[in-house]
């Protein structure tokens, strides 16, 4: 069967797979059937792109096959083989998720131009000008600069890392099962897209 997972920043397993560290494509990786347990031990995967994202420890996303001895869970399954299929480094994919999941809820709060702008284009270029903007529009005009400055600080901070970590976040706040699974159907396309892409470039 066919799934998703992500492998961390350099491309390597979060735990080695016997001499294993970094997967290649086509490479088969396996493990004991018989020790299988979700969360615990074994190879895993989720059914759903946005269900592996809320496990991703990097931005690396992989299609693979799964097969051998399978456990599903809710949100993930655990194998005794997988093989990768395909993979992407999807941090850009991830930031324009992110963006379009911020442009859902921007009714809900007085957005200032550039922060709508920024969401709208991806312009790099108005990234900072966005993140003070927003900051400024969240904090209280009236608040001491001494819980304000760490306050827009950290949130500063946040914005600059990969895209994962405000993709989950707002998939998390769609709070609906229906809004979940228009943000999943959105992340099935832009990895499709992705992964299309890429085999273009490489002339597959």
Known sequence: MKAWHFLQDNGELRWPCGDITKPEVGQKLTVDPDRLELCKYGLHGSEKPLDALRYA???????DEFGGRIIRGDDKLVASERTIL???????????????????????????DVVKKFLRTGDKSLREAAYSAACSAICQPACSAAICQPACSAAHSAARSVARSAARSAARAAARAAARERQNRRLTRLANELFRSQLANTGE
């Not at 420890?57 to 299609?63: D, I, P, S």
């Not at 999807?90 to 709060?109: E, G, S």
């Open 57 to 63: 420890t990097g931005h690396w996303l992989c299609r």
């Open 86 to 112: 395909i993979m992407a480094d999807a941090t850009n994919m991830l930031r324009h998720f992110a963006r379009l999941c911020a442009l859902d809820v921007i009714d809900k709060w007085n957005a200032p």
